[in-house]
């Protein structure tokens, strides 16, 4: 069952103060509001942009991406409940297009758009912490052609991130209490 949190909602866009619901699974951990805000305010305009939401959880990212003009939002998550919170979430703001939901595990989901050749604007990472498979996946990303030029990758970890540098042309990281937000720019 999906409960609906007062602290959840957009925080900017055309769903602007709209409520969002969280699975009450307690596997799945939210964004924060101000953690989401202060990522979004880095990233600017998302007008026609494409944005890969991996580990979606309720899929705030990536409603936040279309309510900010991203056209083309892909939202990953292995966990049932995420999805139907997802698709909860995106019929109660009656977004209809501009999205792919897709269950599966991040490997077969990186996969598939390898096949597919599929690239990004923009890619949000915020698997379990205690899993720390953030390198893995940014250098499957970088090797594979993920990232379109000049995309982003953004990161949110419990510490830091172990990426050589050098493989990006701006890298900022960003502390809210115990949580950082990573920027890494191609």
């Known amino acids: ?32 509001d101000r953690i989401r805000e202060a990522i979004f305010s880095s990233l600017g305009p998302l007008d026609n942009m494409s944005f890969l939401d991996l ?13 900010r003009g991203s056209n083309d939002v892909v939202f990953v998550d292995i966990n049932l409940n995420a999805i139907k919170c997802i698709k909860e979430n995106l019929k109660s703001l009656d977004i209809s297009k501009g999205y ?3 269950i599966s595990d991040y490997g077969n989901a990186l996969n598939d758009f390898k096949e597919e050749k ?22 499957f990303v970088l090797n594979n052609n993920l990232l379109l030029d000049n995309g982003i990758i953004v990161a949110e970890s419990d510490k830091p991130l172990n990426v050589d540098e050098s493989l990006f042309s701006k890298v900022k990281v960003h502390k809210y209490g115990e949580i950082l937000v990573t920027f890494l720019r191609r």
């Open 100 to 102: 792919k939901v897709i």
């Open 118 to 139: 599929r690239k990004f604007d923009v890619i949000f990472l915020d698997p379990p912490y205690k899993e720390g498979r953030y390198e893995e996946i940014i250098s």
């Open 1 to 32: 069952m999906q409960e609906r949190l007062e602290n959840m909602r957009v925080i900017g866009g055309i769903y602007r103060h709209r409520k969002l619901y969280w699975p009450s699974d307690s596997s799945i951990r939210p964004t924060k």
């Open 55 to 67: 580990f979606s959880g309720s899929g705030a990212m990536g409603i936040e991406a279309i309510s």
